[in-house]
């Protein structure tokens, strides 16, 4: 393919400014660096990115990416389709707030969040109570154990039934995101290390740590993350804090019922959604995340992204 003609290929992954990457012919290529010109625009491909190449006589290199869907800074991808966002029942237990503020991310990012919460074997009242919530938030909810393999067989079916989607697993360190990846996958090899509970304290210079899309049946490619804390999402401008009620999808029956036009569901009277909340149609858990993210976004006018 030395004739000049643009390629495209599917970047999955990028370590050094050098990326890998497979064409739309099936041909898997490395080591192709971006060419000058588009370094200089602010846009940096990532791995998900629809890259266009080009062969020089000498190899292949970038020339631009087509248009995104959705980026996230960390992880860093591109065009992502699924997130599975993970939280262990116990060790270490769970962080209020951690799932409903990444389940924001993904509706203002038309990202479809799928919830797994792991170890289930370590305390199975707790997981399936947490999984239960989400469901009734209309979440594709999981609650599942590398340990015991429960839930593992009926999630890698579901993984398997969405073809040509772009997927990643997302949860603080520990949570058992590699582990399972691997249990779900026992013939690849996902090289974010297991065990990186124990490095929680170096933490630091090294953190940033490459992401690598793995290619998976069905056309699909999912891409393990190295640990984040809930930190690393506050540079994320989430939305407005009008846009913030349409983020939660439970609330939607109910929005344009309250009392006043222009209720922030935070403390007003004849409020459909905080009558919804006490009449238990709508979770507690998520009501209270809701009054944080409001609290965080309030004063914000305008909202890049
Ligand atoms: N009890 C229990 N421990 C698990 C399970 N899955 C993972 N672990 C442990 O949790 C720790 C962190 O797992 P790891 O996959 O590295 O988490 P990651 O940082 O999210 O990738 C390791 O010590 C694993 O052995 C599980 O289902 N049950
Ligand atoms: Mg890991
Ligand atoms: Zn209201």
């Known amino acids: 393919m030395d004739d000049g003609k643009t390629v495209t290929a599917r970047i999955i992954s990028c370590i050094g400014g050098r990326y890998t990457v497979d064409t739309d012919g099936g041909e898997r290529i490395s080591n192709i660096a971006a060419k000058g010109t588009f370094r200089h625009e602010k846009l940096k491909p990532l791995p998900g990115d629809t890259a266009e190449l080009r062969h020089d006589g000498n190899g292949y290199f970038i020339t631009g ?6 980026s996230l800074i960390r992880p860093a991808l591109a065009n992502l389709d699924i997130l599975f966002v993970l939280q262990s029942c116990r060790t270490p237990d769970p962080v209020p707030g951690f799932i409903d503020k990444i389940t924001v991310i993904c509706e203002k990012n038309g990202i479809k969040p799928v919830i797994v919460i792991t170890k289930s074997e370590l ?5 399936d109570g947490i999984s239960r919530v989400y469901e009734k938030c209309g979440y594709d909810s999981f609650a599942v154990s590398a340990e015991t393999c429960e839930g593992v067989d009926t999630l890698r079916r579901y993984i398997r039934s969405e073809k040509n989607v772009i997927c990643a697993f997302c949860g603080a360190s520990g949570v058992g995101k590699s582990t ?4 779900l996958y026992p013939d690849m090899r996902f090289d974010c290390e297991v065990g990186d509970i124990s490095r929680k304290t170096e933490r630091g210079k090294n953190t940033t740590r490459a992401v690598t899309l793995y290619a998976a049946e069905n056309g699909s490619y999912i891409a393990d993350t190295p640990g984040f804390s809930l930190l690393d999402f506050e540079k994320f401008d989430l939305c407005g804090k009008d846009e913030l009620p349409f983020m939660f999808p439970e609330f939607s029956v109910y929005l ?5 036009t222009k209720c922030s569901h935070t403390k007003e009277d004849g409020c459909a959604i905080r009558n919804a909340v006490s009449d238990g149609d709508i979770p507690e858990s998520r009501y209270e995340s809701y009054l944080s993210l409001y609290e965080n976004v309030k004063n914000k006018k305008e909202w890049d992204k």
């Open 65 to 70: 990416i087509r248009e995104r869907r959705n």
């Open 123 to 127: 305390d199975r009242e707790t997981a």
């Open 180 to 183: 399972l990846l691997n249990a």
């Open 256 to 260: 344009g019922k309250c009392r006043y």
